[in-house]
């Protein structure tokens, strides 16, 4: 009696098995669509890229706009929509700046992704900090690529 139910039972799996592959091969396969070039890509990444790098030198005086912009390449890589939850929480863009942060240096209006409101927000911070390292705030960015070896995904 086992057998002749485990048999029928496998005959019923074997028939849906069936049924369900004769429907996957009779739907219609999609389109794959050409790509842009790779360098296309990488010049529309340069130029913004670029932007990003104005932004940080319009945001900080001309003393600070190189470490500026290491801190932000080690922390987002320049992208202004970077963002990274952790456990406590959030970090927002091209600085990634942690939501209290956010809450205490930005102004109403302020977008946390747009690269010129977080640089200037970023400067606010950097600004106030009293003591001389100025940027304190990004731990091990702050040395970034001079002293420590970083990268956007190990940064704090």
């Not at 496998?10 to 070039?37: D, H, R, Y």
């Amino acid at each position: 009696m086992r057998k002749s139910l485990w048999a029928s039972g496998a005959a019923l799996t074997a028939t849906a098995l069936s049924l369900s592959l004769s429907t996957a091969s009779a739907a219609p396969t999609p389109e794959v669509k050409a790509c842009a070039s790779t360098q296309a890509i990488q010049s529309v990444q340069a130029q913004s890229k670029a932007s990003v790098k104005k932004a940080i030198r319009d945001a900080f005086e001309k003393s600070r706009e190189t470490q500026a912009i290491n801190v932000a390449t080690c922390e987002s890589n320049l992208n202004p929509k970077a963002f990274k939850k952790t456990r406590y929480t959030s970090y927002y863009g091209l600085f990634q700046l942690s939501t209290a942060d956010w809450k205490k240096w930005s102004k109403k209006g302020e977008d946390k992704y747009n690269a010129k409101d977080n640089a200037t927000v970023a400067h606010r911070i950097v600004k106030n900090e009293k003591n001389k390292l100025k940027f304190r705030t990004w731990g091990a960015c702050a040395y970034w690529p001079q002293k420590v070896r970083c990268t956007p995904k190990i940064c704090p």
